[in-house]
Every structure is written in structure tokens, then in C-alpha cells.
């Protein structure tokens, strides 16, 4: 098996067109016939997307600017009341540590910004090593908690999901929401097979992504521009972050998916959002 750097590695590359992606293949079987599959696909369309964001890093050096997207999930929405301010909401949302990593000597200046389902833009300040924008980062966790604001009425179609309390059993069936190679709004389904270790390649870098601790292991289908992208279970909790998927060596199709599991996001947010 051949280990994609992270996705990190397929981030970190321009998109240039729109590959569509989705779950050829893929039996929906694993689905017991318990299962109200209208109802769950229509409650992950029309209100679990909610929560759902595409993350834009626009990176400036001597060569130009180039822009990188990744995935990532909003956590909690509260009302900012600084200063008097009234109708303002301040997002708080994970991703991935490698989505929002430069790392380069040769950056000038990096601009983030995030768009949610509907495409809406809001933007984020940042300046070379200000991460006043950037809540809180972790390569060994591979996890960011970054933050936006929007107005009440943005605020009305935006949606913070409920994290779950203890990492899901294996055989737990799951969801894997997220934009790869910049399509919105992508659903896989599958399930989680094992928790083991990783080998990301000798080329990754540990500044960026370390992960060292067993990952879920599932079988939603992910690709590049996953990376940060949500998991969840059948209550529409989260149950992990996407960060990285294996490919096969000989055919290059997908095996598998990686994501950190919400026992290690947990104690990544600590009280930071409390």
C-alpha cells in the first residue's frame, strides 16, 4: 500500500479543474435494512452541511501567489458581545494542522479565508507569523481550531455539530463530508474497520502533520481537498477529522481512509472552547 502524504501532500497543489467524486462501487448494503436512508441523507443535506466549510489558503512568495483549499467543520457558534457588538457571531471550526501550515522561509504573507455550503466567503486576517487568527494548532495532532465571524443573518444558515464523547466502535458505520478536488458538499458513507498506526512518507513534514497515535481506519471514500474534512456517526456527531487516505500502489484507486479520532480532538480543544 501506498500512503498519500497526509493529503497534505495533495493540498499543497493547485486546483486547477473540478474532478467529480463519489462512491462507485460502494454497496450501500453496509446499511442495515433498519437504516431510514432517506432520512439520514436528507438530514446530512439539508442540515448537517450547515456545519460544513471549505478552507482557502492564499500563499504569497517572491514567485507569486498560489491558493490551497482543504476541508473543515464548524464546532460552536456564539454571539460577540465585545464592545457592545450586537448581531455579530463568532464561528469556531477544526481542520487539519497541515490545511493552515506554510512552514516556507521564502513566504511573504498568507491570507485565509473560509466559504460555507452555500459558498458564502468570510474572511480571516492573517500576517506572517501573527496567529492571533489561528486559535489553537498541533502538528502531533495534525489539528487546527481556526474562527470567523458572521452576522446574525449568515449566522441563521450556519450550524455548529455536536461532538461525540468517546471514539466510536469498530464496525461503527459512518460519514465522511468534505470537498475534494473542490467539489462542495461530498458524502461518502462506510465504515470504520480498525485503530492502528501510520506511515506517512519520508517525505512528510513533522512540522506540519506528526501523527504518531492509532487513527481510525474507515472506508469512505476520501480524496484531495478532504483534508479536515468531518466524519460522523449515524446521531450526526463527530467521530473524527479526516487527514489522510491510501491509495494502491499498482492501480492508484482508494483502500483506505484516515482520520483522527475524537477522543485525541477532544483533548487537542481541551477548555479552549469551555
Not at 156 to 184: D, T, Y
Given at each position: ?59 504569497t512568495t517572491l514567485q507569486g501567489t498560489t491558493k490551497y483549499l482543504g476541508s473543515g467543520v464548524i464546532v460552536k457558534i456564539e ?196
Amino acid at each position: 500500500m501506498k500512503f498519500l502524504k497526509k493529503i497534505f501532500t495533495i493540498i499543497l497543489v493547485a486546483i486547477i479543474s473540478v474532478t467529480s467524486f463519489g462512491c462507485e462501487g460502494f454497496s450501500l448494503n453496509l446499511f442495515s435494512n433498519a437504516t431510514d436512508y432517506t432520512t439520514l441523507i436528507n438530514t446530512v443535506s439539508l442540515e448537517t452541511m450547515k456545519s460544513v466549510i471549505t478552507v482557502y489558503t492564499e500563499v504569497t512568495t517572491l514567485q507569486g501567489t498560489t491558493k490551497y483549499l482543504g476541508s473543515g467543520v464548524i464546532v460552536k457558534i456564539e454571539e460577540n458581545t465585545f464592545n457592545g457588538n450586537t448581531g455579530v457571531y463568532d464561528c469556531y471550526a477544526l481542520t487539519n494542522n497541515h490545511v493552515v501550515y506554510t512552514g516556507s522561509s521564502m513566504v511573504m504573507s498568507v491570507n485565509y479565508y473560509v466559504t460555507d455550503y452555500q459558498g458564502n466567503r468570510y474572511d480571516l486576517t492573517y500576517k506572517k507569523n501573527d496567529y492571533d487568527d489561528i486559535i489553537k494548532t498541533s502538528a502531533s495532532d495534525d489539528l487546527a481550531l481556526i474562527h470567523f465571524t458572521a452576522s446574525k443573518q449568515e449566522n441563521n444558515e450556519l450550524k455548529a455539530l455536536p461532538l461525540a464523547e468517546k471514539n466510536s466502535n469498530i464496525g461503527g458505520r459512518v460519514i465522511a463530508i468534505g470537498n475534494p478536488h473542490g467539489q462542495k458538499n461530498t458524502v461518502t458513507l462506510g465504515a470504520i474497520t480498525r485503530y492502528d498506526t501510520i506511515t506517512m512518507g519520508e517525505e512528510n513534514d513533522k512540522n506540519s502533520s506528526n501523527v504518531t497515535y492509532e487513527v481510525i481506519h474507515h472506508t469512505c471514500p476520501i480524496d484531495s481537498g478532504s483534508s479536515g474534512g468531518v466524519l460522523i456517526n449515524l446521531d450526526y456527531e463527530i467521530v473524527g477529522i479526516n487527514f489522510a487516505a491510501g491509495l494502491s500502489e499498482e492501480t492508484g484507486e482508494f483502500i483506505s481512509a484516515y482520520a483522527i479520532p475524537i477522543e485525541k480532538v477532544i483533548s487537542f480543544l481541551g477548555n479552549t472552547l469551555k
